[in-house]
C-alpha cells in the first residue's frame, strides 16, 4: 500500500488516480474534508491529518506500507491569511519544515524505505536521485 500525504490537491488527485489505475492500494490524506467523498466514491481510506502534528502519524498505517508520496504542503495560494497584510513565514515553516520531519520520523518509525517529496516547483526528489520535474515519470507499483 502507499500513502498520499496531501492527496487533497490538483496534483494529488490526479497521483492517486494513477495509482489505482496501476492497481495499486492507497491511503490518502489531507487538512480538509473537500475531497473526502471523492476518494469514498473510489473506495480509497481518507485520513485527516496536520502535518505538524505528530499525534497525527499515529491514525496513519504502520503494517504493509509500500512508500509514502509527500503532496502536502503550504504555498501562497492555499494560506489562510491574506498575504498583503500579514507575514505567515512561522506557518511555512512549521507545516513545510516539521511537516517534512514528521513524515520522515513516521517511515523511520515504521521501515518504510520509499519516500517522494515534492518540496518546491522544480525538483521532485526521490532518495538520492534529482529529477527535473518536466521529466516524463510513470507511477509504478514497487512490489
Known sequence: MYIV??????????????????????????????????????GVGYINLDLTSEEDFEQLPTDNVDGVILLGGLLPANADVNLDENENA????????????????YCRKNKIKRVISRRNSYFITVRKFIIKSSAKIKVLCLR
Open 5 to 42: 500525504i496531501g492527496a487533497s490537491s490538483f496534483i494529488g488527485v490526479y497521483t492517486v488516480d494513477e495509482f489505482l489505475k496501476q492497481g495499486c492500494k492507497v491511503v490518502v490524506t489531507g487538512r480538509k474534508n473537500k475531497f473526502k467523498e471523492h476518494y469514498d466514491s473510489l
Open 90 to 105: 512561522a506557518d511555512y515553516f512549521n507545516v513545510n519544515t516539521i511537516g517534512t520531519i514528521n513524515v520522515l520520523e
